[in-house]
Structures are given as structure tokens and as C-alpha cells.
């Protein structure tokens, strides 16, 4: 008997803006992403943990300006002149950069480039720079003078809406009551969010069949912490 191979047809995850979930944890970043004329020389760097909503945020923001999105270890296989044509930027995971010199010299490049071009550059990054290990000091001096804004560690109301909203794109059903168990036994860390409900799509994918508490408690309890 031939065996049948089933099929993942998830849906990627929902990144526009009408997806963003606006909460007290990321307000303030938001507002200040959507004022570019209060950045110092049109230039900004977004900081916040694991599966804080970085990236979502940095797709709809360069997706509204028709930016590239560039991830910071492939910036020396760039051009800075393509990049900064469009006249906005988004550099992803900028700490990235540390411990390759190619790439911390592009960025260092497309620091100086990007107010002389009247372009917009946005970072993201997990940690501060002075944490990023950089090895360039021209560069190292940079980063730790741009204005940083931070996204903030979410409530529950907003770690309940994000389970949601994952699960939602996997297309994975889970019942409102055990998002509540869930919350009630977690940290409050999107990124631990994002890697629990992943686990539990593939381990309800293996088994065929609906994603139970017992399934949840068995996948929470081995979950590590966030090491972001």
C-alpha cells in the first residue's frame, strides 16, 4: 500500500499592519517608527527581545515606504546604492554585524550614506549595541549614539492575543480555555510563545489529531527559556 504523505499547507504569517497587535508593551516604539522626522538624521534603531513583533513591525513599515529589507550579515554582498535608492532602509538584526568585519563596515557605510542620500535607516535589534561585540570603533561609536527606541515585555492581554494570532497562522485550532491554562503557566515571553505554539503544530501534526492539554503541559514543561 502506497503511504500517504501529508501535506503542510499553513499559511506564512500575516506581517501587514492591520495584523499588528497594538499594545502598552510596543505603543510608544510604534509612534515613534511612524514619526521619521523626529529621528536624528533619519536614523533609527528598534530593540526588543525574541518574538517581540521586530520583524513584524520592520515588514509593514518597509512594505508602506517600499524599502528593502536587508539582514545585517548579508550587507557585504550588497550594493549601499540599490539599497538607499528607494530612499528608506531596514536592517535586520543588526547585531548580527559583530565579529564580520565586511558587514560592520557596510553598515558603517550605509550610516554615513544614508542622510547624504536623505534616506530613512532603520535597525532592529535584540540587545543594545554596546552588547552587539563590535569590533569596529568608528562603527561601535555610531551605534551607541542613535536614538534606540524599545519594544517593552507584553502584558498578559497581549501574550494571549499573540498565542492567538499564531495559532491563527498555522491554522491550528486551540481551544479559548486552554490559551487561558496556557497563560496561566507561562512566562511572559513572546519569543517562548512563538517556539510553544510551533511545538505544539508539529507535535498535533505527528499525532493526527487535535492539540490537547496533556500535549500542551508535555511540550511546556520540556520548553527552555528564551535566550534572547
Same mark, same amino acid.
Do not use: Y
Given at each position: 500500500?502506497?503511504?500517504?504523505?501529508?501535506?503542510?499547507?499553513?499559511?506564512?504569517?500575516?506581517?501587514?499592519?492591520?495584523?499588528?497587535?497594538?499594545?502598552?508593551?510596543?505603543? /510608544? @516604539? *510604534? !509612534?515613534?517608527?511612524?514619526?521619521? %522626522? =523626529?529621528?536624528?538624521? &533619519?536614523? +533609527?534603531?528598534?530593540?526588543?527581545? $525574541?518574538?517581540?513583533?521586530?520583524?513584524?513591525?520592520?515588514?509593514?513599515?518597509?512594505?508602506?515606504?517600499?524599502?528593502?529589507?536587508?539582514?545585517? /550579515? @548579508? *550587507? !557585504?554582498?550588497?550594493?549601499?546604492? %540599490? =539599497?538607499?535608492?528607494? &530612499?528608506? +532602509?531596514?536592517?535586520?538584526?543588526? $547585531?548580527?554585524?559583530?565579529?564580520?568585519?565586511?558587514?560592520?563596515?557596510?553598515?558603517?557605510?550605509?550610516?554615513?550614506?544614508?542622510?547624504?542620500?536623505? @534616506? *530613512?535607516?532603520?535597525?532592529?535589534?535584540? %540587545?543594545?549595541?554596546?552588547?552587539?561585540? +563590535?569590533?569596529?570603533?568608528?562603527?561601535?561609536?555610531?551605534?551607541?549614539?542613535?536614538?534606540?527606541?524599545?519594544?517593552?515585555?507584553?502584558?498578559?492581554?497581549?501574550?494571549?492575543?499573540?498565542?492567538?494570532?499564531?495559532?491563527?497562522?498555522?491554522?491550528?485550532?486551540?481551544?479559548?480555555?486552554?490559551?487561558?491554562?496556557?497563560?496561566?503557566?507561562?512566562?511572559?515571553?513572546?519569543?517562548?510563545?512563538?517556539?510553544?505554539?510551533?511545538?505544539?503544530?508539529?507535535?498535533?501534526?505527528?499525532?493526527?489529531?487535535?492539540?490537547?492539554?496533556?500535549?500542551?503541559?508535555?511540550?511546556?514543561?520540556?520548553?527552555?527559556?528564551?535566550?534572547?
Amino acid at each position: 500500500m502506497t503511504r500517504q504523505i501529508p501535506l503542510d499547507l499553513r499559511t506564512p504569517p500575516a506581517l501587514s499592519r492591520g495584523d499588528f497587535l497594538l499594545a502598552t508593551a510596543n505603543r /510608544d @516604539a *510604534l !509612534a515613534m517608527l511612524d514619526a521619521p %522626522a =523626529l529621528w536624528p538624521q &533619519g536614523r +533609527l534603531l528598534l530593540i526588543g527581545p $525574541e518574538g517581540a513583533g521586530k520583524s513584524h513591525i520592520a515588514a509593514f513599515w518597509a512594505a508602506e515606504r517600499g524599502a528593502p529589507v536587508v539582514a545585517a /550579515d @548579508a *550587507l !557585504a554582498n550588497t550594493s549601499p546604492d %540599490a =539599497l538607499l535608492n528607494g &530612499g528608506a +532602509l531596514v536592517v535586520e538584526d543588526a $547585531e548580527r554585524v559583530a565579529g564580520r568585519a565586511a558587514d560592520q563596515a557596510m553598515l558603517f557605510h550605509l550610516w554615513n550614506l544614508a542622510p547624504a542620500r536623505g @534616506a *530613512l535607516l532603520l535597525l532592529t535589534a535584540r %540587545a543594545a549595541p554596546r552588547d552587539w561585540g +563590535l569590533t569596529l570603533p568608528d562603527l561601535r561609536s555610531r551605534m551607541d549614539a542613535m536614538t534606540q527606541v524599545r519594544l517593552g515585555a507584553p502584558d498578559e492581554e497581549l501574550l494571549a492575543a499573540v498565542l492567538v494570532k499564531l495559532c491563527a497562522d498555522r491554522q491550528l485550532a486551540v481551544p479559548p480555555a486552554l490559551i487561558g491554562w496556557l497563560l496561566r503557566r507561562m512566562d511572559r515571553d513572546l519569543g517562548l510563545a512563538r517556539r510553544l505554539v510551533a511545538a505544539l503544530d508539529a507535535a498535533a501534526f505527528a499525532a493526527g489529531g487535535p492539540v490537547t492539554r496533556r500535549m500542551a503541559a508535555d511540550i511546556l514543561d520540556k520548553m527552555p527559556a528564551s535566550d534572547a
